[in-house]
């Protein structure tokens, strides 16, 4: 891969971006070698975390905008599409995927930690989609933003082109938690590891469900969630996880 390394240790995959002339910039071929990679790994299912980092000074920020000048609009939607493609993919794993942000996150870098399940991020961090700044609104990464944060305050990002800090993030629920620097990577593999812990093939159950609920009408999701719970009450891992509750042990899941 040249936009990308990957390493694994134990069920946790670390994706690391690898665009440093670009500060890691989105380019359409470092997006067609995550789409791929991640659509890999979800079949293999040899991990249940991934974890995607960029630098210390940019974890993404968003996409080439050389690319974006250069190309014709119908170069400009295939990049655009790819980019749809890759979120797609993201959503449909099983494993759980954290951005781990050192640095700055913008446009379609703030639009990959929204897609991301969770995400940390290091007190030095900014966030932002500040597109509009050079003429190019953030349509693609508003879809995500503006699903993890508040009308207000995403419009508010969208409409200034200003950063906000990672103590604000946190606060408007783009990230999870924010922490010293120094202390990124333990606290991310923490937050990993109480992910390991459980079963792959209920993660790839709960994921499905909790974002197929999000936009249906609270009967709606609960009738949607009903018939979940109930097809997951028979699911083997189901069965084994009840009988290690009521033996006092720690469940011993198949995909181990």
Same mark, same amino acid.
């Given at each position: ?14 994706? !690391?971006?690898? =665009?440093? =002339? ?19 790994? @979800? ?16 974890? *993404?920020?968003?996409? !080439?905008?050389?690319?974006? %000048? ?12 790819? *980019? ?9 794993? +099983?494993?759980?995927?954290? !951005? ?8 379609? $870098? ?24 050079? @003429?190019?609104? *953030? ?8 699903? =993890? ?15 906000? !800090?990672?103590? #604000? ?10 922490? +010293? ?19 792959? /093939?209920?993660?790839?159950? $709960? ?9 249906? %009408?609270?009967?709606?999701?609960? /009738? ?11 699911? +083997?891992?189901?069965?084994? $996880?009840?009988?290690?509750?009521? #033996? ?5 899941? +198949?995909?181990?």
């Amino acid at each position: 891969m040249e936009f990308l390394s990957v390493r694994q240790t134990e069920d946790i995959a670390y994706v !690391s971006l690898e =665009n440093p =002339n670009e500060f890691n910039a989105l380019s359409e071929k470092l997006m067609e070698e995550l789409k791929e990679l991640l659509f890999k790994i @979800g079949q293999e299912k040899a991990v249940k975390v991934v974890v995607i980092e960029g630098s210390k000074k940019a974890f *993404c920020v968003g996409h !080439s905008l050389k690319e974006v %000048e250069t190309k014709s609009d119908l170069e400009v939607m295939e990049l655009f599409r790819t *980019c749809e493609s890759l979120m797609k993919t993201m959503r449909e794993i +099983p494993q759980i995927i954290i !951005s781990k942000v050192e640095g700055v996150a913008v446009a379609a $870098g703030s639009q990959l930690v929204a897609a991301s399940d969770l995400a940390v991020a290091s007190d030095q961090a900014r966030f932002g989609v500040p597109g509009i700044n050079s @003429g190019l609104f *953030c349509s693609t990464p508003a879809v995500f933003v503006s699903r =993890n944060i508040g009308r207000k305050k995403a419009a508010e990002l969208l409409f200034t082109g200003n950063l906000m !800090s990672a103590l #604000e993030a946190e606060r408007e629920g783009l990230v999870n938690k924010v922490v +010293p620097v120094e202390k990124l990577d333990e606290v991310t593999d923490q937050l990993a590891k109480d992910i390991t812990k459980q079963s792959l /093939n209920i993660i790839a159950i $709960g994921k499905r469900q909790f974002y197929e609920q999000l936009n249906m %009408e609270d009967f709606q999701a609960l /009738n949607y969630a009903t018939e979940v719970i109930v097809r997951n009450s028979q699911h +083997p891992d189901d069965k084994e $996880g009840i009988r290690a509750f009521f #033996e006092k042990r720690t469940p011993i899941w +198949p995909d181990k």
